[in-house]
Every structure is written in C-alpha cells, then in structure tokens.
C-alpha cells in the first residue's frame, strides 16, 4: 500500500487512493501519487495549490501543450454528435478523414490504416499483420522477428517478446513470451558484417525486422543515427523480412522530423503511431501499411481476413482530436519549435556535463537525456527534488530526460534544465 497520504489531501483522493494500483510501481514503498486538479499549457495544477511545469508530457503524449482550445472545441463538438460508435461495418468521417490525413504526412506508400487503442495495441497488430502476411503468401515457416537491445515497445504480451528481454522493466516475463531474435544495433562495418551474416542464416524464420527509429523510448533513451537506421532498413530488404517502425513515441515532430524515418528516408513497412496522434488529449492507437501488405489479406478464402477488432477502435473523440492535432501541426510551427528546443536541450543541458555521477549528455529533437551512474544515484530520491523546484520530471533507470510539449516557453524549458542540474548537482 501506499504510504499515509498527506493530511491536507481532498478528501476524494483519500478515499480512493487505497484502492488503485499504480503502473511501474513498488506499491509496498512507494510514495502516495500526488493529486492534480487541472492542466493548461505546460502546467500541472495539483490539490494543494502547487504548480509545476511539465517537462515529460505526460509520457510525451501531449506535444501541444494541454487544454490547446482548438483540441478541445473539436473534441466538445464530436461529444455531442457521436462520442462513440462501432467500427466494424459503419465508418464515420473523423475516421476516413484521420486515415486519409495520415496516409498523406507519413513514409510514401503507407496507404492503409488500422486504428487501435493504444500504442501497445498497435504494436500487436503489426506484428499479427507480419505473421499472417507471411502465411497468407506461403511462408508460415517466418513466424519470429528481429528485434533489439535497450528496445521497447509496450506492456502487451506480443510487444514485451520484442522488447529487451533481460534489461527492460519486462524481464520477469521473458520465460512467458515467444523467443525472439535479440541483437544489439550494429554502429559500425564489423558489427554490419555479422548482423548480415544473422540475417543471411535466419531470414528463413524472421517475419520482420522491429526497431524504434532513431531514438529507443523507455529502454533508456539512446540514439542511433540516421544512417544506421537506413542501413537497417537496407538489410530487412536484402534479407526479405518487413521492416517496421515503431514511431509511437518518435512521432509527431519529436526527433526533429514529422516522423524518424523520415530524417533517413526511410518508408517502412508497417508503422505504429500512438502518444501524440491525439496530441495526448485522448487514448488512440494507428497501425499503418503498405498497399503490398495490405493486398496479401485479399483473398476469396476467408481465412486470409485479419482478424481483430478492438472494441473502441477509431473511436470518434480521439479521431478529432487527432485531426485537431494535425491542424496544429500544420497552423503552427512545431518543427521550427523543435529545432528551438533542441538547441537550448544542447547549450543548458552541457552544464551537467562536468558533474559528478553524470554519465553522458545527450540530445536529439525535443529529447534531452542525462544519463548518470545509478549506482551511485537514487533515480526515485530525484523525482521528490524536482517537485520541490515546481518542476514533474519523472527519471528512470539511470536516466534523468526531458521531453516536453513541442509549445514549451523558453523560460519553463530553461526551469526544467536549470532543475536538472540543480538537483544533480546536489
């Protein structure tokens, strides 16, 4: 159970919290959660009174701030005409429009969307769509994937068997999932030559090739090149296995392009979207195809038919709020806000450079990442300091990181980093 939580806690938060289990949490230990009231822009309200600006987006979903009127308004406007209505044999026209939008802004060829939701589910649904592709033309024998270290890729069952199996928060489950092919990213022509030797040996049983683009998520965020991830995709060709992109938390402008596969042009397969597809207003999960996969389900058998179905797939509050999300993207300027925020990540973040502990600085896009030595560093002890500096920052493993909202201020962006350094510095 959580500890006894503060006295001058409102009282339906004393009630309750007994009775809720938090995600990622030791709950015999851990600190009572604290009790937000409201959010606006980059600002979290809580109970007490106390402010503190977001520099995690809440799990880098929000990219434009919180309570963006726009969303709202169109979110409000879809509650009173149709807040919900089944996906299996009717459409409605939030869902054509997202799926045709997307088509348009994603990796060429992507043509065909199925809706889910949330990340993890769409990450299941490609890897289901990566195996019955293979069986539908012929090849049940490629029924496993290629995966990679310090990779994520959610909570479900299919997406935890291509994860890290031994380093992820998952590793307690790793004798109840499918055995997959779990390699460290090559970086340079040796480490090349032998994932090409891998792939030339096993192609035979390897559906697809999994990875997230340019920067692995909560596996601790570190980063590969453009370049290396385009060699990546090179070798899933050579070697005939689907290449497929989790960009769920790289997409939307956070790594400096719309999408990560862009930056090395890349068009994958399949790819998972999620996070700020709504623009974090609302839980929504998209899986994306090319026309060759999609066509290999067509069949008089119907057998061939994929089948699933989430039961709130496409629903319409998140299908407009999506949309809303994407008239911001194209009314205002992220991007140019993301090279701003990676600029300023650089020049503040480099004071920790020198301090004791710290590990490595890194930055890419709207991601800023100290990494420090954990066994010297209490990550959860951290998480109290920053809220005493006004600031929701949320370490973990042997990182502290920002990924704030794409609209973040300079002078709240320059809190978190200052906040950073602060609270390392001791």
């Given at each position: 159970?959580?500890?006894?939580?503060?006295?001058?806690?409102?009282?339906?938060?004393?009630?309750?919290?007994?009775?809720?289990?938090?995600?990622?949490?030791?709950?015999?230990?851990?600190?009572?959660?604290?009790?937000?009231?409201?959010?606006?822009?980059?600002?979290?309200?809580?109970?007490?009174?106390?402010?503190?600006?977001?520099?995690?987006?809440?799990?880098?979903?929000?990219?434009?701030?919180?309570?963006?009127?726009?969303?709202?308004?169109?979110?409000?406007?879809?509650?009173?005409?149709?807040?919900?209505?089944?996906?299996?044999?009717?459409?409605?026209?939030?869902?054509?429009?997202?799926?045709?939008?997307?088509?348009?802004?994603?990796?060429?060829?992507?043509?065909?969307?199925?809706?889910?939701?949330?990340?993890?589910?769409?990450?299941?649904?490609?890897?289901?769509?990566?195996?019955?592709?293979?069986?539908?033309?012929?090849?049940?024998?490629?029924?496993?994937?290629?995966?990679?270290?310090?990779?994520?890729?959610?909570?479900?069952?299919?997406?935890?068997?291509?994860?890290?199996?031994?380093?992820?928060?998952?590793?307690?489950?790793?004798?109840?999932?499918?055995?997959?092919?779990?390699?460290?990213?090559?970086?340079?022509?040796?480490?090349?030559?032998?994932?090409?030797?891998?792939?030339?040996?096993?192609?035979?049983?390897?559906?697809?090739?999994?990875?997230?683009?340019?920067?692995?998520?909560?596996?601790?965020?570190?980063?590969?090149?453009?370049?290396?991830?385009?060699?990546?995709?090179?070798?899933?060709?050579?070697?005939?296995?689907?290449?497929?992109?989790?960009?769920?938390?790289?997409?939307?402008?956070?790594?400096?392009?719309?999408?990560?596969?862009?930056?090395?042009?890349?068009?994958?397969?399949?790819?998972?979207?999620?996070?700020?597809?709504?623009?974090?207003?609302?839980?929504?999960?998209?899986?994306?195809?090319?026309?060759?996969?999609?066509?290999?389900?067509?069949?008089?058998?119907?057998?061939?038919?994929?089948?699933?179905?989430?039961?709130?797939?496409?629903?319409?509050?998140?299908?407009?709020?999506?949309?809303?999300?994407?008239?911001?993207?194209?009314?205002?300027?992220?991007?140019?806000?993301?090279?701003?925020?990676?600029?300023?990540?650089?020049?503040?973040?480099?004071?920790?450079?020198?301090?004791?502990?710290?590990?490595?600085?890194?930055?890419?896009?709207?991601?800023g990442v100290v990494q420090i030595d954990a066994a010297k560093v209490d990550v959860y002890a951290l998480r109290k300091k920053f809220v005493e500096r006004g600031v929701w920052i949320r370490p973990f493993s042997?990182?502290?990181?920002?990924?704030?909202?794409?609209?973040?201020?300079?002078?709240?962006?320059?809190?978190?980093?200052?906040?950073?350094?602060?609270?390392?510095?001791?």
């Amino acid at each position: 159970m959580p500890k006894k939580q503060d006295t001058q806690a409102p009282e339906w938060f004393a009630q309750a919290v007994p009775h809720i289990w938090l995600p990622y949490t030791q709950m015999q230990v851990a600190p009572p959660p604290l009790p937000v009231v409201s959010t606006k822009g980059t600002r979290i309200t809580l109970a007490d009174g106390r402010e503190l600006i977001d520099g995690i987006a809440s799990w880098w979903s929000a990219c434009h701030g919180y309570n963006h009127p726009h969303i709202l308004k169109a979110v409000e406007k879809q509650l009173h005409t149709m807040p919900h209505v089944m996906f299996g044999g009717l459409v409605h026209e939030p869902a054509l429009t997202l799926a045709a939008r997307l088509s348009k802004i994603t990796p060429a060829g992507l043509n065909r969307v199925f809706f889910s939701d949330s990340g993890s589910v769409a990450v299941e649904v490609a890897l289901k769509m990566a195996l019955q592709y293979w069986r539908n033309k012929g090849k049940p024998m490629k029924d496993r994937f290629l995966c990679f270290h310090d990779g994520y890729h959610g909570d479900t069952l299919g997406a935890m068997s291509v994860s890290d199996p031994d380093k992820s928060m998952h590793k307690a489950f790793r004798n109840s999932v499918i055995k997959q092919y779990v390699v460290d990213i090559p970086t340079d022509e040796y480490s090349f030559a032998e994932f090409d030797s891998l792939l030339a040996a096993e192609h035979g049983h390897i559906a697809g090739m999994i990875i997230e683009p340019l920067v692995q998520g909560a596996g601790g965020m570190r980063i590969h090149s453009a370049d290396v991830l385009a060699e990546l995709y090179r070798m899933a060709k050579k070697h005939n296995m689907l290449f497929i992109a989790d960009e769920i938390a790289t997409g939307f402008g956070r790594t400096g392009n719309m999408f990560a596969c862009n930056e090395a042009g890349v068009s994958p397969d399949i790819m998972c979207l999620g996070k700020a597809l709504t623009g974090g207003t609302i839980t929504l999960g998209a899986t994306m195809v090319q026309d060759e996969i999609f066509n290999a389900f067509l069949s008089d058998n119907p057998d061939f038919a994929f089948m699933h179905g989430p039961t709130f797939m496409a629903n319409p509050l998140a299908c407009a709020a999506a949309n809303a999300s994407l008239d911001l993207f194209e009314k205002e300027p992220r991007l140019k806000q993301v090279e701003a925020i990676e600029a300023q990540l650089t020049s503040e973040l480099s004071q920790c450079r020198n301090l004791p502990n710290v590990v490595d600085v890194r930055v890419k896009g709207a991601i800023g990442v100290v990494q420090i030595d954990a066994a010297k560093v209490d990550v959860y002890a951290l998480r109290k300091k920053f809220v005493e500096r006004g600031v929701w920052i949320r370490p973990f493993s042997d990182i502290v990181y920002l990924m704030p909202s794409l609209s973040i201020s300079p002078e709240d962006l320059r809190k978190l980093t200052d906040s950073v350094a602060d609270v390392l510095r001791g």
